[in-house]
């Protein structure tokens, strides 16, 4: 369970004494400050070191977290193997989308690959902004037409037949990330063995 000891005023002294969800969605629609006021009482910073667990399959999720420093990976387990089924990096906002708002259990992992800085949105606090401010709505709308056209990326890119072209999309859309996840992340990612990918390597 993540808690929060620090008074709002220390929380949010290292980002300029306002939480970064406040920028991130005045990106997307004006908000009111009774928003502001919400956002900055109930979200948090939390951190987590390098190949620590962020969430999993044993706790109950009640968090979105926003990426402000650090890579993150989600993924599955199939027996004993791992599926990677996204990885994220500052800007993002991340969760175990499978059971989101819900209340049953998911079988999600979410795993820092990097030390990573996060800030925690409780479920609560995006229901109740939900609920009550018609500005939240057109915010979670536009965001989620991003991550809409971001799952689609992945799909796509896990249905190209040839492994190399695979790759080669995975450079053309996430070009950032191949000097900071491991390959044996990004070749699960891409649905392909770790030797497949080293050979593809190798040879562009």
Known sequence: MIKVNLSEEDRWKKYGNTSPLI?????????????EKRINQYTFP???????????????????????????????????????????????IIGTIRNLWLKDDSDEYLQALEDVELISIPHVLSEYLYDNFPEANIVGRKMMELYYRSAEERAYLCRISSAEKRYKRFLQSFPDLINRVSLKYIASFLAIRLETLSRIRAKL
């Open 46 to 92: 939390v951190s987590f070191k390098k190949n620590k667990f962020v969430i999993s399959p044993v706790e109950r999720n009640e968090y979105l977290f926003l990426i402000m420093k650090g890579v993150v990976r989600g993924y599955i387990k199939d027996g004993k193997t791992e599926i990677t089924t996204w990885i994220s990096k500052e800007g993002e």
């Open 23 to 35: 920028s991130l969605f005045k990106r997307f629609h004006p908000l009111n400050e009774e928003i």
